[in-house]
T-cell receptor, first 118, second 115 residues
Framework: AQKVTQAQTEISVVEKEDVTLDCVYETRDTTYYLFWYKQPPSGELVFLIRRNSFDEQNEISGRYSWNFQKSTSSFNFTITASQVVDSAVYFCALTGLLKGGSNYKLTFGKGTLLTVNP | SAVISQKPSRDICQRGTSLTIQCQVDSQVTMMFWYRQQPGQSLTLIATANQGSEATYESGFVIDKFPISRPNLTFSTLTVSNMSPEDSSIYLC????????????FGQGTRLTVV
């Protein structure tokens, strides 16, 4: 069975601070994909990144960066110079490949509520 | 980027009634997924909507309570039947997109309150 653990329930920072959101996963699949989503108060789920199990390169997109470490089964997310607009719930998610093709379903962590104070 | 339109965006319903949520994708997809997010909780998969066959339900979810239709490759509906306050949640549809169908996009969600 797949499992995603986001140990940080809530994080509160002051604007311009850097913040790292932790994600640890468990899977028996050899091929899998990891995701991060942002859910602002409005409720929609905003896709941030997908990382496949074969690619351990870290990725940077503007103020966002992701650190994928297969050895520790972690996929952590760092926001540099946080802003008030970053306040949201952030979900880490995992999927493997189902039999017969690339269709899949996601297993989500419980989410981390990030509050960035001015 | 992918467009997944979901409606209604929110509703307040009386207990005992049913609500049908619609999900429209802007291109053909083999599978669509329905999730539930109870207040303050994470997302839980309800079922996988397959075109041309019955939906596949996850443990704890049954067809009588959450009937799903998938009439074509761009559309699906989820009905929440005989609602109770415990059904108050955000319901989201999802479709895999992108190269290799490995990017999961979501609709904006339906915020349901049952009174």
């Amino acid at each position: 069975a797949q499992k995603v653990t986001q140990a940080q329930t809530e994080i509160s920072v002051v604007e311009k601070e850097d913040v790292t959101l932790d994600c640890v996963y468990e899977t028996r699949d050899t091929t899998y994909y990891l995701f991060w989503y942002k859910q602002p108060p409005s409720g929609e789920l905003v896709f941030l990144i997908r990382r496949n199990s074969f690619d351990e390169q870290n990725e940077i997109s503007g103020r966002y960066s992701w650190n994928f470490q297969k050895s520790t089964s972690s996929f952590n997310f760092t926001i540099t110079a946080s802003q008030v607009v970053d306040s949201a719930v952030y979900f880490c998610a995992l999927t493997g490949l189902l039999k017969g093709g690339s269709n899949y379903k996601l297993t989500f962590g419980k989410g981390t509520l990030l509050t960035v104070n001015p | 980027s992918a467009v997944i339109s979901q409606k209604p965006s929110r509703d307040i319903c009386q207990r005992g009634t049913s609500l049908t949520i619609q999900c429209q994708v802007d291109s053909q997809v083999t599978m669509m997924f329905w999730y539930r997010q109870q207040p303050g909780q994470s997302l839980t998969l309800i079922a996988t909507a397959n075109q041309g066959s019955e939906a596949t339900y996850e443990s704890g979810f049954v067809i009588d309570k959450f009937p799903i239709s998938r009439p074509n490759l761009t559309f699906s509906t989820l009905t929440v039947s005989n609602m109770s306050p415990e059904d108050s949640s955000i319901y989201l549809c999802s479709a895999p997109r992108g190269q290799g169908n490995t990017e999961a996009f979501f609709g904006q969600g339906t915020r349901l309150t049952v009174v």
